[in-house]
């Protein structure tokens, strides 16, 4: 059960509400966001839940059954709107375009890229500087220094930065010159990390794990939610299985899934979702049809010079082709 309060409820009416839910034998825990604040009320008793809500403060309730409570669309009907200023807004309906590097590499790169999505109108630049890689050899990013230069570029050019957070202490240092936090497959369950985002005043776009289930992912957006960040993104990036044909297997049936179960916005990952760059253009345009939100791209001058990741990376040709053929299926979609 959920129950939103009025912004002025006072002291007195919110403590007779705490006792009259108690009364029921339910549990509550209080959840206040950047918008609003809850009340989130867990038990399993039947009774009539308009003696709670019509008391005093509260301004609605619902009763939801599922374990993922506030980012349920059983009590929100409306979408949530990602707003990250300067006209650049992801919801329902649009189809927000992110591309850029794996990670980030050097200042002539970060310019080369920002004039590529400036050139095909997207407003929205992932890279990453800090890497988690499967061996320690590998390049592991610039660090916070890499995503000052990055962010001091994409200012000048009004594009906004997303990029990945891996620990707790990244994130105050990081704070100031990111957009929207990414949380990778890696730390799907690092309920530690969930916990610091939801404290957080900025978006959040959370990976589904690789092994994880659609539930799980639901529940990683309640810990951010629960905390008190409502600014929250849900993206399918291919989940690990028995297949051994591509790196991860894309998993078309959660957009529309995720789209009915939940009012956050979605967004697929087509380039990790498949690993190979032939087939990202394909597995993009069923995301997009399959009505995802969003759509995030590895994208490279020279993909066979990327410090990472370059056999699923788009070179700067192949992604402006795609960038047309998505506004393209966007149409279809909408008609």
């Known amino acids: 059960m959920i129950i939103q309060l009025e912004s002025k ?68 009907v409306e979408d949530t709107v990602i707003d990250l200023g300067d006209g650049v807004v992801i919801r329902r309906g649009d189809l927000a375009m992110m591309a850029g590097p794996c990670s980030i590499e050097s200042e002539e790169q970060v310019l080369k890229t920002i004039n590529h999505l400036k050139d095909n109108g997207l407003s929205i630049m992932r890279g990453g500087v ?57 730390n799907a369950q690092n309920f530690n990390l969930l916990d610091a985002l ?25 810990y951010v939610f629960s905390n008190g960040n409502e600014k929250i993104l849900l993206c399918e990036r291919g989940i690990r299985t028995y297949e051994t044909a591509s ?24 380039s990790h979702g498949i690993g190979i760059r032939s087939y990202v253009e394909p597995v993009a345009l069923a995301a997009v049809m399959a009505g995802a939100d969003g759509v995030i791209v590895e994208v490279h001058e020279t993909p066979e010079r990327a410090a990472s990741d370059g056999q699923q990376t788009l070179d700067f040709e192949e992604a402006g082709r795609l960038y047309g053929k998505m506004r393209g299926v966007m149409k279809i979609r909408n008609s």
């Open 130 to 186: 800090y890497k988690p890689r499967s061996s320690p050899y590998s390049f592991r990013g610039l660090g916070i220094d890499g995503l000052k230069m990055w962010h001091d570029l994409a200012q000048e050019n009004g594009i906004k930065i997303i990029t990945e957070v891996m620990h707790t202490e990244q994130i105050e240092e990081m704070y100031p010159y990111v957009d929207i936090f990414q949380v990778g497959a890696r």
């Open 198 to 222: 939801g404290q957080v005043d900025k978006p959040v776009m959370l990976k589904r794990g690789m092994s994880g289930t659609i539930e799980e992912l639901l529940q990683a957006a309640e």
């Open 247 to 270: 790196r991860n297997t894309f998993d078309i049936n959660a957009i529309p899934i995720l789209k009915d179960k939940s009012h956050l916005p979605v967004i697929a990952d087509p």
């Open 9 to 76: 409820i006072t002291e007195q009416a919110k403590a007779k509400l705490l006792e009259k839910i108690k009364e029921t034998g339910y549990k509550t825990s209080e959840v206040r966001t950047q918008f609003r604040s809850y009340l989130v009320a867990t038990g399993s008793k039947e009774f009539d839940i308009r003696s709670i809500g019509n008391l005093p403060g509260v301004a609605d309730i619902h009763r939801v059954s599922d374990p993922y409570k506030l980012v349920s669309r059983k009590w929100k």
